[in-house]
């Protein structure tokens, strides 16, 4: 019978990856946390009609990268592709948003059927922040000084850069948008083939192009600087003001765009040389009218989103995960004899709680003395304590660094927590 393998860009995190994904996620944790921000969990799965209204229908989210099915009742369910409509729609619902200030982050899966790449999978990670009721550019700003700490936790500093950009109102964005079909009208022949699509449903994207060709055409094409709204513009001088005077420094794109619809004024990513094409390791925005547009009362909005697996692959890239970042154990318990496999058991109880934090695996399975041992050299501990009959009865534990070249010794149980953080502490 053949194998069941997992599907094609969703990808299994395995025992010896894990730690790194902890390590990230409770350093972001810390510092959201450092900043006031509380984390929410919405369900993975929600109504289609809400990715539909919010990202927009003529986007290539909706159009081609969505999982959606019918379920049992004939509903249609969308597997979630982004996490600011999902949360939008739980604060609304659960009424945490009128007359109110918001600073909330989750962190989960994602789905989008792509075609998968180095970093970018059908199932992906996201950390998502979104901040509702504040209207001024202080709360973009502290968004960007708060992720430039995050940089800085990570050791990603010199790696990283912060692009921004307005995008003005949704009226100054329509004046725009008509501007820049009718230029790259008399180009479409020319333009790369996803550009010509993007032609007839969301020309903005077109900014964003990879193509050199269809970047030689935009060199001569109106830009949105032209046709923004003094409130926008007053908006984005008060956010460089702001950056400034935090000493966070960036660089003003004035072809960055989203590409969900909802997205307004600000915008911004933080981007990287050191991963290729895929650069892009933080972006986010104002999107002032998407709780109305789901139903709610006018409620302002800004948020961003950081895909982990980009993030960690970066880190690796860089050689930045941290020695200490690993999932081995500190001390390795073997057990010699009937009567000393429950003395392990407690004698791991008695050091997990005299040296709070420590890692301590009770060997377990029986084997000979050597065999346990190869067990304990693979654990990864730096210690292992050997028990058996003679130990128990002398009421001492045989302590064996295997990290370094000091003897073995017998320490009395007496003794034994003040020996082992001395030879952990090294």
């Known amino acids: 019978m053949a194998k069941i393998q997992a599907i094609r860009g969703m990808n299994d995190i395995l025992p010896e990856q894990t730690p790194v994904w902890q390590f990230v996620e409770s350093t972001v944790r810390q510092v959201l946390r450092s900043y006031g921000y509380q984390e929410i969990r919405m369900p993975v799965v929600e109504q289609t009609d809400l990715f539909k209204r919010s990202i927009g229908e003529v986007t290539d989210i909706v159009e081609k990268e969505m999982y959606t099915f019918e379920d049992r009742n004939g509903d249609s369910l969308t597997l979630r592709p982004e996490g600011t409509a999902g949360c939008v729609r739980a604060a609304e619902e659960h009424g945490l948003l009128f007359n109110q200030t918001r600073r909330l982050w989750y962190m989960g899966p994602m789905f989008r059927h792509e075609r998968p790449q180095k970093g970018r999978y059908r199932q992906f990670h996201q950390i998502g922040v979104e901040c509702f009721g504040m209207e001024g550019p202080d709360i973009d700003a502290e968004l960007l000084i708060l992720t430039a700490r995050l940089w800085q936790a990570l050791g990603l500093v010199e790696h990283t850069r912060l692009e921004i950009n307005t995008i003005g109102t949704s009226e100054s964005r329509k004046r725009y948008r008509d501007a820049l079909v009718t230029y790259l009208s008399d180009f479409r022949e020319k333009l790369d083939s996803d550009s010509q699509r993007r032609l007839e449903t969301n020309p903005l994207r077109i900014l964003d192009s990879k193509s050199p060709e269809t970047q ?211």
């Open 216 to 426: 030689a055409i935009l060199e001569g094409a109106p830009t949105l600087d032209d046709y923004l709204d003094d409130e926008s513009r007053a908006h984005f001088s008060k956010l460089r003001a702001l950056l400034d005077a935090a000493g966070v420094t960036y660089t003003v794109n004035s072809r960055l765009v989203r590409g969900l619809d909802y997205y307004g004024k600000t915008v911004f990513e933080w981007v990287t040389e050191s991963l290729g094409a895929q650069g892009t390791v933080c972006a986010g925005g104002r999107y002032d009218g998407l709780v109305e547009q789901l139903g709610g009362k006018p409620t302002v909005a800004v948020g961003f989103a950081m895909g982990l697996e980009r993030l960690i692959l970066l880190l690796e890239t860089l050689g930045l995960v941290p020695d200490s970042v690993n999932g081995d154990a500190d001390v390795y318990v073997t057990a010699m004899g009937d009567k000393a496999v429950a003395a392990a058991q407690a004698l791991g109880e008695r050091v997990r709680t005299g040296i709070p934090g420590s890692v301590v695996v009770t060997h377990c399975g029986g084997g000979s003395f050597k065999s346990q041992m190869k067990r304990a050299d693979r654990s990864g501990a730096s210690v292992a304590l050997l028990l058996g009959d003679n130990e128990i009865e002398a009421g001492t534990v045989g302590v064996k660094p295997l990290r370094a070249d000091d003897p073995q010794q017998d320490v009395a149980q007496s003794n034994l927590l003040e020996v082992l953080k001395e030879l952990l502490d090294r």
